[in-house]
């Protein structure tokens, strides 16, 4: 399982909804292109901690998604 965290500013968060986005997320390859697994990664939650706003990134299994 790979997890990794990225942290948003609320000022960048602000810039992407006045861009027109209405769902924040990330997605990741993780698999030769052109295949099923090419994409793989995709988890839009966005959770708020001290004023900052960190969107989790989780890789998904044929099972599900595995957070971390």
């Known amino acids: 399982m ?16 006045v861009k027109g986005f209405e769902r924040i997320g990330v997605v990741l390859d993780v698999g030769p ?3 099923y697994y090419e994409r793989q ?13 960190n969107v ?3 890789t998904m299994s044929g099972e599900g998604v595995l957070k971390g």
């Open 41 to 53: 990664v995709y988890d839009p939650n966005l959770v708020e901690c001290n004023g900052v706003y």
């Open 33 to 35: 292109k052109g295949s």
């Open 2 to 17: 790979y997890t990794r965290k990225l942290e948003v500013s609320w000022l960048q968060l602000q810039e992407m909804l």
């Open 56 to 58: 989790y990134l989780s």
